[in-house]
């Protein structure tokens, strides 16, 4: 198993450009997570999904989109790219009750914004 | 909104001494308690997961402990070894478990 796989793994954009982060999770996971790690804070929650076309908003939404068309991937959309979009992207997933909803990380996307 | 706090926000210590790193919340209506490791520039690491009705998980050199009612969690981590260095997160879910909230971390250095 790959686990839950992240691309890119570094991206510089400029103000204004759009792009798309991709999340893979090979372990049939219906939980699917985007977080952001600002330098010397903790992981904010930006949308989850509980499963193939459900998705919610978590704590920091705006400027994102996000889509869930299978149970594997749960790609995370920047439109209009700002500098506060600057940030360090996870990926994770966690199976459901009967697994205790353990969290699986991704390795990460750095994105630069300028 | 649940708060997660974690004290001491960085920590260092000889090689071989045991430590204690503290987790606190807000909300004691929580679903499951999982702490994990960071590498820098590395994505997380499980280390421990411990659900609402457990006081306690081991694994290895790691002890969890959780008290609900107080708001806290701790991780033991006996015989400490450089390898050991890494920030180390706390996270709490809601009580649907699908939603996670986390502290900002302890960095750790252990002193060979």
């Known amino acids: 198993n790959a686990g839950v796989t992240q691309t890119p793994k570094f991206r510089i954009l400029k103000i204004g450009q759009s792009m798309t982060l991709q999340c893979t999770q090979d372990m049939n996971h219906n939980y699917m997570y985007w977080y952001r790690q600002d330098p010397g804070m903790g992981l904010k929650l930006i949308y989850y999904s509980v499963g193939a076309g459900i998705t919610d908003k978590g704590e920091v939404p705006n400027g994102y989109n996000v889509s869930r068309s299978t149970t594997e991937d749960f790609p995370l959309r920047l439109e209009l790219a700002a500098p506060s979009q600057t940030s360090v992207y996870f990926c994770?997933?966690?199976?459901?009750?009967?697994?205790?909803?353990?969290?699986?990380f991704g390795p990460g996307t750095r994105l630069t914004v300028t | 909104k649940q708060e997660v706090t974690q004290i001491p926000a960085a920590l260092s210590v000889p090689e071989g001494e045991n430590l204690v790193l503290n987790c606190s919340f807000t909300?004691?209506?929580?679903?499951?308690l999982q702490w994990f490791r960071q590498d820098p520039g590395k994505g997380l690491t499980s280390l421990l997961l411990?659900?609402?009705?457990?006081r306690e998980q081991t694994s290895g050199r790691l002890n969890a402990s959780l008290d609900k009612s107080s708001g806290r969690s701790t991780l033991y981590i006996a015989a400490s070894q450089p390898g050991d260095s890494a920030t180390y997160l706390c996270?709490?879910?809601?009580?649907?478990?699908?939603?996670?909230?986390f502290g900002t971390g302890t960095s750790l250095t252990v002193i060979p």
């Open positions: 996270a709490v879910s809601g009580l649907a478990g699908n939603q996670f909230y």
């Open positions: 411990i659900q609402s009705s457990q």
């Open positions: 909300d004691s209506a929580i679903y499951n």
């Open positions: 994770a997933s966690s199976g459901t009750h009967g697994t205790s909803y353990e969290q699986y």
